[in-house]
């Protein structure tokens, strides 16, 4: 997680004529010590150039990590965003997204000696020491399995849903749903083909390449996990992706299923921001040791393998370093749309 600090804004707008406000907001942010415009007040009188109604800020966050944060709403409320940033709401809704995103500034706030600590100790080696859990690290291990069941659950639901999608959309783009993007093929270096034709050059070009490796993991809880408890009704809307599923026939109808996509995104996005929170607190929470017995291990280490580089053989060998370049094909890309733009 980047911990820039910045501001989070909402923009509203006000049709000239009648003077009333719009149900559209724009929820954006400026960071801290980036270039270009660096207030709130500044993306204002970016953003009105060119749009026909009054713009006026409705309210600012001041935040840490103030990218996560704006992503992390944008996708909880995928299901009422129509156009990049904007989203149309209701008074409620605006309420409960102003409310919802100083929840998460808070608790951005309360968890940043952690994710700073996570963040400083990743590249601290584990002393290999395992050592008992108090209740608080129980009880976030118990809170992080739940979001990351949670997390699966969708995870599983949006790979359905892009199948699904793929079958009846697969070379051809659909307004407020999918897009189909030409990417290009990426530019490799032939390291087999280099070997079979110049070993000698191949073992020349060989050097120690030091790899710094670190791994979490959970330890998983015998008892089934409540994520009802966690996302209520969840279990419905998988059996309703269930059902979607089987009744789509054409394109006309990916709109069904495309409206449990963003309802999923939401959730998982949800889900994701705590278990962003909690692995931190217990990685902080290790600090130079390894594990806490039956809960988690997190391994820090080094090691030291040969390895070929071409780059090496491109600055003092460039004509035979370009023979082996290889160019990929294009290839099409399907992106589901995190939004309801239709």
Known sequence: MKLTPGEIYFIGEKDLKTGLTTSYCKIGIVREGAKGPRSSDERLLEHQTGNPRKLFLRDIVV???????????????????????????????????????????????????????????????????SIEPPPEIVQAWNELNQAKAVSKLCEQGLVAIKKVISTFAADQSVEGIVTVQERKGRVTFDHKQFEQEHPELFSKYQVDKVSWKQRFTLSKQKDALDVESFSPGIGALMSELDVKCGQVKGVDDLVHIHAVHVQLLSRESTADWVISLKEAFLKAALGENEAFEGICKWSRSETTTKAFDPKLLEVEMPELYEKFVRQAESSQVMVVQPMVGY
Request: aromatic share 6%; hydrophobic share 40%.
């Open 63 to 129: 935040a840490p990590a103030v990218e996560e944060i704006e992503t992390r709403v944008h996708r909880i409320f995928a299901p009422l965003r129509v156009n990049g940033e904007w989203l149309e709401l209701t008074d409620e809704q605006y309420a409960e997204a102003l409310r919802l995103t100083n929840t998460m500034s808070k608790e951005a706030q309360e968890s940043l000696s952690a994710l700073q600590s996570a963040e400083s100790l990743k590249d601290i080696f584990s002393n290999g020491k």
